[in-house]
């Protein structure tokens, strides 16, 4: 079984400010870790994944996650906020990885970026 | 290249009544997802096809509804009759069976259902 909590389900940041969004996952096997991005009005769309290759990836938009086996986290990052940013963010895992493996996701957490 | 698309974007149906959504995956992945997203919880797993053949459909939440991919290509999910709790955000996703890509899914901008 796999789980994934993130922590916080709305974070607001001032522009230009850190961001830091927190994801904390469950599994019984090696997973696969997954940012995605929900813009208002749109659908999801893949911010970063992990997939047991290098622990620190870097994504789209600036956005980076570091994989931390030892703490089971995979915290997304942004080292200055920006306007655009604001959106809704869902950290998922996947077991094993592959391309038949379900997303187990977390319940998201919203984004508004102050002026 | 195209995305995802699903159809409708949003529905409003009364309780009873029977709804289909539509899923055209990105041509060429033969893995299809079905996620939803009932208010204020998480998005959750439905179903998952390779081609036509339903690999997982443990996420189904009951008999009402019913998910085909007839050819392999777009993929449909009809609730029938709809329930209240039925409303929400139906997401579909798609990814190759195998490559480099083949351990990422790609949404739809998911259909809002209402049902009152």
């Known amino acids: 079984a796999q789980s994934v909590t993130q922590l916080g389900s709305h974070v607001s940041v001032s522009e230009g400010a850190l961001v830091l969004l927190r994801c904390n996952y469950s599994?019984?096997?090696?997973?696969?870790l997954f940012w995605y991005v929900q813009y208002p009005n749109q659908g999801l769309q893949l911010l970063l994944k992990?997939?047991?290759?290098?622990?620190l990836v870097k994504g789209i938009n600036g956005f980076e996650a570091e994989f931390k086996k030892s703490e089971t986290s995979f915290h997304l990052t942004k080292p200055s906020a920006h306007m655009s940013d604001a959106a809704e963010y869902f950290c998922a895992v996947s077991s094993l990885g592959g391309s038949a493996r379900q997303l187990t996701f977390g319940s998201g957490t919203q984004l508004t970026v102050l002026p | 290249e195209a995305g995802v698309t699903q159809f409708p974007s949003h529905s409003v149906i009364e309780k009873g009544q029977t709804v289909t959504l539509r899923c055209d995956p990105i041509?060429?992945?033969?893995?299809l997802y079905w996620y939803r997203r009932v208010m204020g919880k998480e998005i959750k797993f439905l179903l998952h096809f390779v081609k036509e053949s339903k690999q997982d459909e443990s996420g189904m939440p009951n008999n009402r509804f019913l998910a085909e991919r007839t050819g392999g290509t777009y993929s449909t999910l009809k609730v029938q009759p709809a329930e209240l709790e039925d409303s929400g955000v139906y997401f579909c996703?798609?990814?190759?069976?195998?490559?480099?890509?083949?351990?990422?899914?790609?949404f739809g901008p998911g259909t809002r259902l209402t049902v009152l």
């Open positions: 992990y997939t047991s290759a290098a622990t």
């Open positions: 599994s019984s096997v090696p997973p696969y």
């Open positions: 996703a798609s990814s190759q069976v195998a490559g480099a890509q083949a351990d990422t899914q790609y």
């Open positions: 041509s060429g992945h033969d893995n």
